[in-house]
């Protein structure tokens, strides 16, 4: 297995999908490609950290303040309004 098929079968391996003719080779090449291991474990910390984030909140538009909404939204109503300036035309 190469390192270009390991991305092809990342997350069916997570998932316990892998025949065990598959698995092995997946492991395999992880025993001789610290790389891949790298990958691998950055990979499912991304995962773990993002089921977190969303674990954390139900709605994150939910704690931003009302204020700083209104102020992002007007800004860009002013700048959709301005004509474009030379350093950055439209």
Known sequence: MTCREILDFLMRYL???????????FEAHLFVCPPCVAYL?????AVRLGRLAAQDEQDPCQSVPEELVRAILAAR???SQ???SPDHPA
């Open 82 to 84: 301005a004509p474009p």
């Open 77 to 79: 109503a002013k700048a």
């Open 41 to 45: 474990d950055t990979y499912k910390q």
């Open 15 to 25: 998932d316990g999908e892998l025949s065990d003719v598959e698995r092995q080779a």
